[in-house]
């Protein structure tokens, strides 16, 4: 350890454990040598000590996996290369299913390993017992076992990382706490304050774990994460306990069992955890251990005993309560801080820290490095966060049911049931009395679905046909054959405004959004490789004036790009003024002519296009109605000013009910845009996949005037045949379902995985998304001369591939 701080550093990392340590060393193998690392105490002294040491390659979604799945290789040349033993073995992971629904969801990973080429074989209770001897084979439907994965010594793996770290240039000092930070003005970077002085840098870094809330509040900076009591014990030997035995996973118990010299140690994500406020904390921060509590890990436990009943007569060696912070979402957060140049997060890990930490840190030093991502982190970016997750309530509870969920069924749908309802629609109660489900969105409480009277507006989730799928049904027939109404106020929407306002925007969108007022402009922005970062509408409301309309998810994270490419000379000012619109959405084939009733404006199609945008009136309100739809039907989005959208929903509704109006909620969208090929952000479309990838070729106009960033990437591509294509497929079977992940096979080749899928019920069978990727190119000719299977869970099913929408494929009911 370095004794003497120095005075500079081009780059410095608060935190000492395996965030910050790997960090250094990912860093350092990308050339960079000023680095300082700043620890409070020793390494590992906050939360790495104590952590239990699993490396899982596989998650839930490619997209984790893509982080994920390299991380078993990076340990087994970690020892190689630093010097420093870390205690890796690879004895692989047995996860087990008590039931058939997550024997399904343990075969939804199998497919998803294939796609990685990682070694996953499904075995029955038989083969898992004799690969567990002390596994109960009664309580065992199915298995899966990971041979590569495995496990370490946490403190020595730390140290590893910093040993690596040091060899390239990086320079240790340890009981150097942090008591200040400020951000210099006029050069940039920061001052970082220290009992042994203040140290200067250009780059900052906060991986301080659970403490880096704290750090970065004092900044003004969002990082919602809250630390949660964690559990585990460690018995007494057992003669089961063998070295080469695999992790145990046992998540319908709640609990993962490992082999620990000798004994194991049982850990617990259990269904009610235990949030820790801050406040609650010791006041020495470290290397914390926090009281027994033997009445709440009873539950989980037991469970154990039930899968190992070795565990029921040995005696207790320790058991270990320590602290570990956890965010709203489970996604851990990296990235540059919104606001604060050169200020990047890495925290949130949600307990698997070791198992997320090198893929994470390469992620964040190349962003370091290159100024940019190199890859998609739209999951796990920083700047998704919204300033209310700050709130100390909500952070808590939400934070305790993120440490449950790491062991719950990933179904569908799934919605989150702490911190709720956090924010509402002015039409919110109007709703529940028409039967809405509610689910929620970045705080929101939106409408999923609707229920029939005499039923229960409750979810009962499955892998197959939920609870709501008759009543879904319904909601997209009134929308394909008449007319619907849908609550979308919880669109984000900014006002853009200010001399520059179009300047910057066309910097910024790939479609040319310097149109006449009362237009509007689906566009894209991309980053410098030509993938989609920002997903929205531009509406033209004056010349000087736009507003910019995103997903309710991607609000926060859609304003922090276009206020980081607001240059100084700029007169631009982005206001988020999604509070202050309602949307209600009329969309069918008889839109037109139920809306006509309501107001005096003309909305004929000569009148009235489609993309225009106009001020019209409906009872006492003035509002603006866009003609747009995300259903593919004619439709219109009128943006009510939120003090008159009461009155506007119930002459719409008191019209509504000699017309037949239905109400339809977020599931009828989602079914009803994937008929229409819709795409979505974060499904569909991600920082890795250019427009002319995802077929949206028509929103790129690389010969505007001035250009835009990402022009040179997407221009390469105009014209060409692409080895990567966004194909639409529908399966020939009408009983399977799709959700999302399964794998696409072109004559039983594992060729790209699905973005999306649903159920289309206008089709009547399932439909997705995804894209596909052949060296020869992906041509409407190479789909149709080729066959397609989706693989679901193991098993395949034939399908149809296009590249255009099975339904209305050139868009004409939407312009009608």
Not at 341 to 350: C, E, K
Not at 759 to 787: C, D, P, W
Request: hydrophobic share 40%; aromatic share 8%.
């Amino acid at each position: 350890m370095s004794s003497d701080l120095p005075t500079h550093a081009e780059i410095v990392i608060v935190g000492g454990g395996v965030a910050g340590a790997s960090l250094a060393w990912q860093l350092t193998r990308l050339g960079k040598r000023d680095i300082a690392l700043l620890e409070r105490g020793s390494l590992t002294c906050g939360t790495s000590w104590h952590a239990a040491g699993l490396i899982m390659q596989l998650r839930s979604s490619h997209a984790m996996t893509d982080l994920s799945h390299m991380n078993a290789k990076v340990y087994e040349t970690l020892e190689a290369e630093t010097g420093q033993a870390t205690g890796f073995k690879q004895n692989g992971t047995l996860a087990i299913a008590r039931n058939d629904d997550r024997m399904h969801e343990l075969k939804r990973y199998a497919t998803i390993a294939k796609s990685y080429g990682i070694g996953a074989e499904l075995i029955s209770p038989r083969e898992a017992v004799d690969l567990y001897p002390g596994l109960e084979k009664s309580v065992v439907k199915g298995a899966l076992i990971i041979p590569k994965d495995g496990q370490l010594n946490a403190v020595d793996t730390v140290m590893a990382f910093m040993a690596g770290a040091r060899k390239g240039g990086a320079r240790l000092h340890e009981n150097s706490p942090v008591t200040g930070i400020v951000r210099r003005a006029g050069t940039g970077g920061y001052s970082v304050t220290t009992p042994q002085g203040v140290i200067e840098c250009e780059t900052l870094v906060l991986a301080c774990g659970l403490w880096t809330r704290q750090l970065a509040a004092g900044l003004g900076a969002v990082v919602p994460l809250n630390p949660c009591e964690h559990f585990y014990v460690v018995t007494e030997a057992l003669d089961i306990a063998v070295p080469g035995l695999p992790v145990l996973r046992d998540t319908d118990g709640y609990v993962y069992i490992k082999e620990d010299a000798g004994k194991l140690l049982v850990g617990a994500f259990e269904p009610k955890a235990k949030p820790l406020p801050l406040a609650a904390l010791p006041a020495r921060a470290e290397f914390i251990e926090l009281p027994e509590d033997w009445d709440h890990f009873a539950l989980p436990y037991s469970k154990a005993c039930e899968s190992v009943p070795a565990l029921e007569n040995v005696g207790i060696s320790r058991f270990m309560n320590g602290p570990e912070s956890f965010t709203p979402d489970t996604n851990f957060a990296i990235g540059e801080v919104p606001g604060l140049p050169r200020l990047f997060v890495s925290a949130g890990y949600n307990s698997e820290g070791f198992e997320m930490a090198p893929g994470a840190s390469r992620a964040l030093a190349e962003w370091i490095v290159e100024g940019a991502p190199t890859m998609d982190l739209a999951d796990v970016d920083v700047a998704r966060f919204h300033p209310f997750q700050m709130n100390t309530a909500y952070v808590e509870a939400r934070a305790a049911e993120s440490l449950s969920t790491i062991f719950h069924m990933h179904w569908p749908n799934r919605q989150r049931v702490s911190a709720r309802p956090a924010r509402k629609s002015p039409l919110h109660d109007r709703l529940a009395a028409q039967g809405a489900c509610f689910g929620e969105t970045l705080g929101w409480e939106r409408a999923n679905w609707f229920a029939p009277e005499g039923v229960e507006p409750r979810d009962s989730y499955s892998w197959h046909r939920p609870n709501w799928y008759e009543h879904t049904a319904a909601e997209c027939r009134a929308v394909r054959e008449n007319v619907a109404l849908f609550d979308f106020s919880s669109f984000g929407k900014h006002l853009v405004q200010g001399r520059d306002a179009c300047r910057l925007l066309q910097r910024l969108c790939a479609n040319d959004v310097d149109v006449a007022p009362g237009r509007i402009v689906y566009t894209h922005m991309l980053n410098h490789r030509g993938g989609i970062e920002v997903d929205v509408t531009v509406n033209r409301l004056a010349e000087d004036r736009y507003m910019v309309v995103s997903s309710a998810a991607f609000l926060p994270r859609d304003r922090a790009w276009i206020e980081r490419h607001i240059g100084p000379d700029d007169r631009v000012c982005v206001t988020d003024v999604t509070s202050g619109w309602a949307v209600l959405s009329v969309q069918g084939p008889r839109s037109r002519d139920f809306l006509q009733g309501l107001t005096d404006a003309d909305l004929s199609n000569e009148a009235f296009p489609f993309a225009a945008s106009r001020e019209i009136d409906i009872g006492y309100a003035r509002l603006l109605a866009n003609r747009l739809t995300f259903v593919g039907e004619l439709g219109w989005e009128l943006y009510i000013p939120s003090e008159f959208v009461q009155d506007v929903y119930d002459r719409i509704t008191a019209a509504g009910v000699g017309a037949g109006l239905k109400h339809a909620g977020y599931h009828a969208l989602e079914h009803l845009r994937s008929e229409r090929a819709y795409r979505e952000f974060g499904l569909d479309l991600t920082p890795d996949d250019t427009p002319y990838e995802a077929g949206l070729g028509f929103t790129v106009k690389p010969d505007k005037p001035g250009g835009f960033i990402g022009r040179d990437a997407v221009a390469a591509q105009r014209g060409q045949v692409l080895g990567k294509r966004l194909v639409m497929f529908r399966l020939e079977d009408p009983k399977p379902d799709l959700h999302k992940d399964e794998l696409i096979r072109m004559n039983g080749e594992i060729v790209g995985y699905l973005r999306s899928g649903v159920y289309s019920f206008t089709l009547g069978r399932a439909i997705g998304m995804g894209y596909v990727r052949h060296q020869a190119g992906v041509t409407k000719a190479l789909l149709e001369a080729n066959r397609f299977e989706i693989e679901i869970g193991g098993e395949r099913h034939a399908a149809q591939a296009s590249l255009q929408a099975f339904f209305d494929p050139t868009g004409e009911k939407a312009r009608g």
